[in-house]
């Protein structure tokens, strides 16, 4: 059984750009979902995906967007980068809501300057 | 509003000592308790859950906790703790039908030889 994996690990932008990163899920796992973790603070929830729809959303703006493909991997797109974007962002998969768990990959350390 | 709250930011213990981590939540519904555990530079990994039942919840690593609905409370035990302990933990609350984790700010657990 394949955990969730994320990439990159670390990433480097520039305030203004634009940047993708990747989630692959849990293997049997159709629910993917997306925190942000600041340093120094819990996760917070940013979307979930069910069936390459988002099901939910939290308080992050419209640049904060995803998308999820057939085979539940997953994607976290964040436009016009500003700096407190830097966070490590981590990615979650489950069966359904998440009701037994979620399983979380390592994230992807995202430093914008 | 459904929060989390970990009033200990750290608490140091020495090894083979007793340790408690305190989590209290607020909801208005019935909730779905976690407890996470984050190592250094890694995703968050699930140590026990209370959903339903037995309010004495067993999880790995020889951890436990207890869902304490008249105080609001699901606090962490261990009684004896490892260095390798030492970690980052993460109490989260969810409710049912819901697709988010609240996530506390975190409690660093220091286990000194």
């Known amino acids: 059984e394949t955990g969730v994996t994320q990439s990159p690990t670390h990433l480097i932008k520039t305030r203004g750009q634009q940047v993708t990163l990747r989630c692959s899920s849990q293997?049997?796992?159709?629910?993917v979902s997306w925190y942000q973790q600041a340093l120094g603070q819990g996760p917070q929830f940013i979307f979930q995906?069910?069936?390459?729809?988002?099901?939910g959303r939290g308080n992050f703006p419209p640049r904060f967007s995803g998308l999820q493909f057939p085979n539940y991997s997953s994607e976290l797109n964040v436009n016009a980068l500003e700096l407190d974007d830097s966070a490590l962002y981590l990615c979650?998969?489950?069966?359904?809501?998440?009701?037994?768990?979620?399983?979380f990959g390592s994230g992807t350390r995202l430093t914008v300057v | 509003a459904q929060s989390v709250t970990q009033l200990d930011s750290q608490v140091p213990v020495f090894e083979e000592a007793p340790v408690e981590l305190r989590c209290n939540y607020s909801?208005?519904?019935?909730?779905?308790l976690f407890w996470y555990v984050q190592y250094p530079n890694q995703g968050l990994q699930l140590l026990l859950k209370y959903l339903s039942g037995s309010t004495l919840v067993k999880g790995i690593n020889g951890f436990e906790a207890e869902f304490n609905k008249s105080q609001t409370s699901f606090h962490l035990r261990k009684p004896s703790v490892h260095i390798s302990d030492t970690a980052e933990y993460f109490c989260a609350a969810s409710t049912s039908g819901t697709y988010k984790y609240i996530f506390g700010t975190g409690t660093r657990l220091k286990v000194l030889a």
């Open positions: 979650a998969s489950s069966w359904g809501t998440a009701t037994y768990g979620y399983t």
């Open positions: 293997s049997g796992h159709n629910t």
């Open positions: 909801s208005s519904v019935s909730v779905y």
């Open positions: 995906y069910y069936r390459e729809e988002e099901n």
